[in-house]
């Protein structure tokens, strides 16, 4: 199955930018979508943009005009650029995939491990 493994949180000051990675495991799938959730502590995980196999994109009230998604397809990677943070946006990230396996009709799930942002006033 594909794993999703994401780099790039940390701690950031209100106002100042992260950049995530997200990296697919293997090549030999074709994705439907990658999207990025993000659950803070009391809350229910939330969307926070996506990307289809096609480039359209979508965004969360909350984030848009600060966060974009570039995709690099030839590394089999998402990354979730985000400018402007403030302190509601600390939360885990976690990046998703909808994909096929190669040679199959019906798509899989796959989860990255969650990467936590803290945004400091």
């Known amino acids: 199955q594909v794993q999703l493994v994401e780099s790039g949180g940390g701690l950031v000051q209100a106002g100042g930018s992260l950049r995530f990675s997200c990296v697919a495991s293997?090549?030999?799938?074709?994705?439907?979508?990658m999207g990025w959730y993000r659950q803070a502590p009391g809350n229910q995980r939330e969307l926070v943009a996506t990307?289809?196999?096609?480039?359209?994109?979508t965004y969360a009230d909350s984030v848009k005009g600060r966060f974009t998604i570039p995709r690099d397809h030839a590394k089999n990677t998402v990354y979730l650029q985000m400018n402007s943070l403030k302190p509601e946006d600390t939360a885990v990230y976690y990046c998703?995939?909808?994909?096929?396996?190669?040679?199959?009709?019906?798509?899989?799930?796959?989860w990255g491990q969650g990467t936590q942002v803290t945004v400091s006033s």
């Open positions: 998703n995939a909808e994909y096929y396996n190669l040679g199959e009709a019906l798509p899989y799930n796959a």
């Open positions: 293997r090549n030999t799938f074709t994705i439907n979508v």
């Open positions: 990307i289809t196999s096609g480039g359209t994109t």
